[in-house]
């Protein structure tokens, strides 16, 4: 399935990735979090992020970055300005992989391409937030170095979960 590394790319989304990253973002959320967020809280954010959602997050700027495999769109990661406070400025919001090519290295890729972005616009240090009931991204995130720095409490649906910052100089 995975056939040569060298038809791998990491680039800044555009507008026509709308649709597949939208689609990357259902199969990979709902992966990750059925049975662990609320099914109405997941359901209603598959359906709110849509292809358009998708194309009005890649208009607002450069927060966006699509990982493919000859051509088609199988990672996405979204980065920024940290949401918190503190000396890590640079925040990765969302980073998924499609489930079909989790576990061959392209996370740590994806990742690296990350950081050197907000590297690139300044920002120095970065803060990750996992929800503690994934532990895929915990050990990916304990995996590529970071350090487990904070913990909150957010409330989906009712449902109280757990969430630990992970943070690197
Ligand atoms: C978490 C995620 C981004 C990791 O990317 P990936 O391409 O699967 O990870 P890599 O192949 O680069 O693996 C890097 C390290 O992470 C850990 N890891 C990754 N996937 C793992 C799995 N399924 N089980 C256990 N450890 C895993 C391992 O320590 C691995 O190191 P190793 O290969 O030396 O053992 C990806 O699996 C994913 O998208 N998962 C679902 C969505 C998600 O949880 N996203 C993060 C939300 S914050």
New binding site residues.
């Given amino acids: 399935m995975l056939g040569s590394r060298s038809d791998i790319k990491i680039r800044k989304g555009r507008l026509a990735d709308a649709a597949a990253v939208a689609e990357t973002f259902r199969q990979?959320?709902l992966?990750?979090y059925r049975g662990i967020l609320p099914h109405h809280h997941l359901e209603n954010m598959i359906r709110r992020r849509g292809a358009d959602w998708w194309a009005s997050v890649i208009r607002s700027g450069d927060s966006l970055i699509v990982l493919e495999k000859g051509g088609t769109i199988i990672?996405y990661a979204t980065l920024g300005f940290s949401r918190t406070r503190g000396p890590y400025q640079g925040e990765?919001y969302?980073?998924?992989?499609?489930?079909e090519?989790?576990?061959?290295?392209?996370?740590?890729?994806?990742?690296a391409a990350a950081r050197k972005r907000l590297a690139a616009r300044g920002l120095r240090g970065l803060v990750?937030?996992?929800?503690e009931d994934?532990?895929?991204?915990v050990?990916?995130?304990?995996?590529?170095g970071g350090v487990d720095s904070a913990e909150s409490v957010e409330v989906f649906d009712h449902k109280a979960l757990k969430k630990i910052a992970y943070t690197w100089h």
């Fill in positions: 990979s959320w992966q990750a990672g990765i969302e980073l998924y992989i499609l489930p090519f989790q576990g061959i290295g392209l996370g740590t890729k994806l990742f990750v937030w996992v929800l994934n532990p895929n991204a050990r990916f995130y304990e995996s590529t």
